[in-house]
């Protein structure tokens, strides 16, 4: 998903010069992250939140079209990255701990993710997007607006100065499907696209009040089973 993300936002429409997806698993949670850096004089901030919804509308697509070979090779790859042996001591002995600082201790995290990427199906990949994406939502979109007053956004004009258009060629040739998929690519959306996007906000003006209205969960750990062993008592 990583890479769809940054070939979509950052290399085709250019949206800013850091675009990235993040994996998170923070007491037994799962989450994950999209994150993107624009240039406040070319895209705000609800441009940015509308393009990552609607990638992950495009994703889902993606995914429908995509073989089987491709799918098989693409999890080829994510388990050659899992199961190949770390070139530095740093990297090793930051895995290490990190699962000391979590207190889960499971040292060949790895190798089980990679055994189960095994059995995963392109079905099931498909489910898990519809269910994460659009069923069971449960998002928190940060938005950091650095642009002074009266900056405008490409929506309104482009660099040459002229409204832009969606029939222009750049929006043509950005359109154009990806070879081998029946999906389009992700376009620049038009003024009024842009204006007429709704959804469902809530403003967090109060982090204290926000936390009182959140459901707090049991802290959930995978621990390994662990044998401790007496050393200090001598067998006679």
């Known amino acids: 998903m990583g890479e769809p ?10 949206m800013g010069y ?3 997806l993040e994996s998170h698993q923070t007491f037994g949670m799962t989450g ?7 240039q406040a004089n070319k895209f705000s901030a609800k441009e940015a939140n509308i393009y990552i919804e609607t990638f992950l509308s ?5 995914m429908n079209v995509m073989e089987e070979t491709s799918f098989e090779d ?11 042996p ?3 001591m740093d990297d090793e002995a ?5 699962e000391i600082l979590i207190q ?3 040292f060949d995290r790895d190798q089980r993710a990679a055994e189960m990427m095994k059995q995963l199906t392109k079905g099931e990949i498909i489910s898990f997007c519809h269910n994460l994406f659009f069923r069971n939502v449960r998002k928190l979109s940060i938005q950091v607006e650095g642009n002074p007053k009266g900056t405008s956004s490409t929506s309104d004009e482009n660099k040459d100065g002229e409204e832009s258009d969606d029939d222009s060629s750049s929006a043509s040739e950005k359109s154009a499907p990806k070879k081998g998929s029946s999906v389009p690519n992700m376009t620049l959306l038009s003024k009024s696209a842009i204006a007429e996007w709704r959804e469902e906000i809530k403003a967090v003006q109060s982090t204290d009040e926000f936390h009182k209205e959140c459901k707090l969960s049991p802290v959930f750990k995978m621990v390994t089973k662990v044998v401790t062993i007496d050393v200090t008592n001598k067998v006679k």
Not at 5 to 14: E, K, P
Not at 32 to 38: A, E, R
Not at 74 to 84: F, G
Not at 94 to 98: D, G, K, L, S, V
Request: hydrophobic residues 45%; proline residues 0%; glycine residues 0%.
């Open 5 to 14: 993300f940054f070939n979509q936002l950052r290399t085709r429409l250019q």
């Open 18 to 20: 850091s675009v990235s």
């Open 32 to 38: 994950f992250s999209l994150t993107v850096h624009t």
């Open 58 to 62: 495009w994703f889902t697509q993606y």
């Open 74 to 84: 693409r999890i080829s790859e994510m388990i050659k990255s899992k199961v190949s």
């Open 86 to 88: 770390t070139l530095a």
């Open 94 to 98: 930051n895995q290490m701990w990190a």
């Open 104 to 106: 889960e201790y499971i």
